[in-house]
């Protein structure tokens, strides 16, 4: 019996995607992209800012963005291009605070900004009583409100065009109300010339009806035990609290042009759009507009003004720093050229060589297997050259030829015996064999006949002794002297 398969139906939808794994709408494709980065040591609460930065740019950014300490910047730029990436922030710390930079690729231009203050959204989020957080809100992008940078001044054009650039343009023909879950601020105070950033939840909520009603709405049914009639409670106000109580006017009551997901939420009813901030916090000071990326002529400083003379030497110095390491690189690509023109030429040798090599054994081969074939040519040539055939003594010269002599490498070259080693002791094994064998010695056995080496006691030179069994000594003819006794063992 076959066996069913669990799990849920994948619909066409799915089964042309896995198809396509390639395929992306257009839109999602020309949408901006960012990078959020931090460069340098930044300690534990920068990066924990750089995290919480990630989640406002989601989810046109790279969230789990890994960077490594060899990394730099042109690594980021190289990337960039492919993957779809415009935009790049930059988080730096030095002993005088933290800096942020807004930075446009690939070729710029850098807005530089001092951060004055900032707080994570743990919290912003540990001072609110009701969080309004919830994983589907990060699914769309963000609303971008710019409030009070509508100002003269080249930087002001600048600073908005950035920001508006870095998320993606709304179409209000094809806007779905459902999709706007958050809502990013940028306000410019005038009287501290700081830019203050804020991150908002978006709620929307029905119009002309109790705060009682609106819970008894909600999926959860609140606690009714304490009233006798559900009229006590609608009329009531269901008992809230002043801390509960969410004014509404006329600055946040709208007529909503579609239906909006909530319960009461209708298409042409009046509904309130609420705000609550999610984090993080930023206040910001611009110090300097950089023409190109991190690098290039400064168009703005907020502190430094340096006269025309002054710019024009600066720009002269930095042409110069490039034609010096322009013409470097050049040095360096020529140098390149050379080895590798070196290598290939030695490669091209040593191939040769061993091709010549190769060659040169196969033919030593052929003329060992046929040597009649080099005779039969020289016959053949001083026949053509003489006239006449050749003697036969003449011929027999050329064919009886020696094999080249080969030694063998496997094979080892015997040593030559010392000469200072006496002859009768063949090396140390035959040696040790005579020492051990000797009357009185654990390998003596007692042969008869055992013969000692000639030795000189003191009593005649060329003295000889013959032991017989049980060690008894007895002399051998032409000897000198007594010889009595037993061996001592």
């Given at each position: 019996?076959?066996?069913?398969?669990?799990?849920?139906?994948?619909?066409?939808?799915?089964?042309?995607?896995?198809?396509?794994?390639?395929?992306?709408?257009?839109?999602?494709?020309?949408?901006?992209?960012?990078?959020?980065?931090?460069?340098?040591?930044?300690?534990?609460?920068?990066?924990?800012?750089?995290?919480?930065?990630?989640?406002?740019?989601?989810?046109?950014?790279?969230?789990?963005?890994?960077?490594?300490?060899?990394?730099?910047?042109?690594?980021?730029?190289?990337?960039?291009?492919?993957?779809?990436?415009?935009?790049?922030?930059?988080?730096?710390?030095?002993?005088?605070?933290?800096?942020?930079?807004?930075?446009?690729?690939?070729?710029?231009?850098?807005?530089?900004?001092?951060?004055?203050?900032?707080?994570?959204?743990?919290?912003?989020?540990?001072?609110?009583?009701?969080?309004?957080?919830?994983?589907?809100?990060?699914?769309?992008?963000?609303?971008?409100?710019?409030?009070?940078?509508?100002?003269?001044?080249?930087?002001?054009?600048?600073?908005?065009?950035?920001?508006?650039?870095?998320?993606?343009?709304?179409?209000?023909?094809?806007?779905?109300?459902?999709?706007?879950?958050?809502?990013?601020?940028?306000?410019?105070?005038?009287?501290?010339?700081?830019?203050?950033?804020?991150?908002?939840?978006?709620?929307?909520?029905?119009?002309?009806?109790?705060?009682?009603?609106?819970?008894?709405?909600?999926?959860?049914?609140?606690?009714?035990?304490?009233?006798?009639?559900?009229?006590?409670?609608?009329?009531?106000?269901?008992?809230?609290?002043?801390?509960?109580?969410?004014?509404?006017?006329?600055?946040?009551?709208?007529?909503?042009?579609?239906?909006?997901?909530?319960?009461?939420?209708?298409?042409?009813?009046?509904?309130?759009?609420?705000?609550?901030?999610?984090?993080?916090?930023?206040?910001?000071?611009?110090?300097?507009?950089?023409?190109?990326?991190?690098?290039?002529?400064?168009?703005?400083?907020?502190?430094?003004?340096?006269?025309?003379?002054?710019?024009?030497?600066?720009?002269?110095?930095?042409?110069?720093?490039?034609?010096?390491?322009?013409?470097?690189?050049?040095?360096?690509?020529?140098?390149?050229?050379?080895?590798?023109?070196?290598?290939?030429?030695?490669?091209?040798?040593?191939?040769?060589?061993?091709?010549?090599k190769k060659t040169a054994t196969?033919?030593?081969?052929?003329?060992?297997?046929?040597?009649?074939?080099?005779?039969?040519?020289?016959?053949?040539?001083?026949?053509?050259?003489?006239?006449?055939?050749?003697?036969?003594?003449?011929?027999?010269?050329?064919?009886?030829?020696?094999?080249?002599?080969?030694?063998?490498?496997?094979?080892?070259?015997?040593?030559?015996?010392?000469?200072?080693?006496?002859?009768?002791?063949?090396?140390?094994?035959?040696?040790?064999?005579?020492?051990?064998?000797?009357?009185?010695?654990?390998?003596?056995?007692?042969?008869?006949?055992?013969?000692?080496?000639?030795f000189d006691d003191g009593k005649?030179?060329?003295?000889?002794?013959?032991?017989?069994?049980?060690?008894?000594?007895?002399?051998?003819?032409?000897?000198?002297?007594?010889?009595?006794?037993?061996?001592?063992?």
């Amino acid at each position: 019996m076959a066996r069913k398969k669990s799990g849920k139906r994948k619909g066409k939808a799915a089964k042309q995607a896995k198809q396509n794994p390639e395929y992306e709408r257009e839109d999602l494709k020309k949408a901006p992209h960012t990078f959020v980065i931090a460069r340098g040591k930044v300690g534990n609460n920068v990066g924990q800012l750089v995290k919480d930065v990630r989640r406002v740019m989601e989810p046109f950014t790279a969230s789990n963005l890994k960077v490594r300490k060899k990394n730099v910047l042109k690594d980021f730029v190289a990337v960039a291009g492919p993957l779809g990436v415009t935009h790049l922030v930059i988080f730096t710390k030095t002993d005088k605070g933290v800096n942020m930079k807004f930075s446009r690729l690939p070729r710029g231009p850098t807005l530089s900004f001092k951060v004055e203050n900032y707080s994570l959204c743990k919290d912003v989020l540990s001072t609110l009583k009701r969080q309004q957080t919830y994983a589907s809100q990060f699914q769309h992008s963000p609303l971008l409100v710019l409030n009070n940078l509508a100002r003269e001044g080249m930087h002001f054009k600048l600073m908005s065009t950035m920001f508006q650039n870095m998320f993606p343009s709304i179409n209000i023909h094809r806007l779905k109300l459902n999709t706007i879950k958050r809502c990013v601020l940028f306000t410019y105070d005038p009287d501290t010339n700081m830019v203050d950033f804020r991150h908002y939840n978006i709620k929307v909520v029905p119009m002309g009806m109790s705060r009682g009603v609106k819970k008894l709405l909600q999926s959860k049914v609140p606690n009714l035990k304490k009233y006798e009639d559900v009229s006590e409670y609608i009329l009531g106000g269901g008992n809230l609290s002043e801390s509960e109580a969410e004014p509404d006017g006329d600055q946040n009551e709208v007529d909503l042009p579609q239906q909006v997901a909530g319960r009461g939420n209708e298409a042409s009813q009046k509904s309130a759009i609420r705000l609550t901030e999610i984090g993080p916090r930023l206040r910001l000071q611009l110090v300097k507009i950089e023409e190109g990326l991190c690098e290039g002529d400064i168009i703005f400083h907020q502190f430094v003004t340096k006269s025309a003379k002054q710019i024009e030497e600066l720009k002269e110095r930095r042409e110069e720093k490039k034609m010096i390491k322009a013409q470097r690189k050049a040095e360096q690509n020529e140098n390149v050229k050379k080895k590798e023109q070196l290598k290939e030429e030695n490669k091209q040798r040593s191939l040769a060589g061993i091709k010549r090599k190769k060659t040169a054994t196969e033919n030593t081969a052929v003329n060992e297997e046929n040597p009649d074939d080099s005779s039969d040519d020289d016959t053949k040539y001083y026949k053509q050259e003489v006239g006449e055939e050749p003697d036969a003594d003449l011929m027999l010269s050329r064919t009886s030829k020696r094999k080249p002599f080969r030694q063998d490498s496997s094979e080892k070259r015997k040593r030559p015996r010392s000469q200072s080693q006496p002859q009768g002791v063949q090396g140390n094994r035959n040696f040790k064999k005579q020492r051990n064998e000797g009357p009185g010695k654990p390998g003596f056995k007692g042969q008869k006949g055992f013969k000692r080496k000639p030795f000189d006691d003191g009593k005649g030179a060329g003295e000889q002794k013959k032991f017989g069994p049980k060690g008894k000594v007895y002399r051998v003819k032409g000897t000198k002297g007594p010889m009595k006794g037993k061996r001592s063992r």
